[in-house]
């Protein structure tokens, strides 16, 4: 059991922080914004890019995720912020395509092959008999603390409270004197810095590669869904149940249901979770588990 929970934290940890800032923008702009998993991928690159250099691992973790901000942003103003007065769905297909030139671009300067952090090599932590590496308890903490500073910038700040103002009613927010355009700013900046930092984290393990925020798409959008699309903290949720989900599905025996004594589902019957999750969801729940905020927002 201690095995599976540390696998779950693992695996949720991979998904909240983009899942979280899909979430948030959502809530602002309205659309979702397929192109943001594409953060975590240059966060990723651009990581590897600094490290290479010679640039202190944390540093060039910070200096990737304010790059990834700015393209966020740049990329809102130029591009989303005028799809946006036509239609929501016209955007939708937009950031499509921007995700599509996105990997075509990192493919043409990083190429196809994976991109493998040389860190040390470091002595494993044993928990009740789980074994974790340095990397993976660097993201899991990573990922409380970011998880912390949120809860508290949401709830006990001026920001905050002109966030959820502005998810819940855009045009009253604005009739009381609220910066909508200043906020919306600051939050896909934001949105984008902690897409790179998830792919960063993310790359310490299992490299920067040009697939990385393709399979990222599904269980992140099943997450923002499960928790309700515009509402951050249920996307944290529903991050927990996809993978929870997805680590069951390949640590359950079904070996007694087929008359043998072990039989495993292969990892590539991991999106199969997902996947389930979300027609779960789309049947039973289509405003996600909080739909009651949801359908106030």
Sequence with gaps: MLQLFFDTLLRASDLVLIALGLSTVYGLVKFPNIAHVQYAMLGAYATFAFFSMGVPLPVGIFMACMLTGMLALALHLLVFRRLLRVSPAITMIGSLAVAMLIVACAQGFAGSFPRMFNLPLT??????????????????????VLLVLFTLLLFFTRTGRAMRALSTNQALAAASGLNAEGITRLVNFASGAIAGLGGSVLALSIGAHINLGYDLLLPVFAAAILGGLGNPLGAVMGALLIALTETLVTNINFGPLLGRPVAFLPVGYIGAGSFLMLLLALLFKPYGLFDREVRRV
Aim: aromatic letters at 4%; zero cysteines; hydrophobic letters at 40%.
């Design 123 to 144: 002595e494993p932590v044993i928990i009740g008999g789980v074994r974790l590496s340095h990397t993976q308890i660097y993201a899991m903490g990573t990922t409380a």
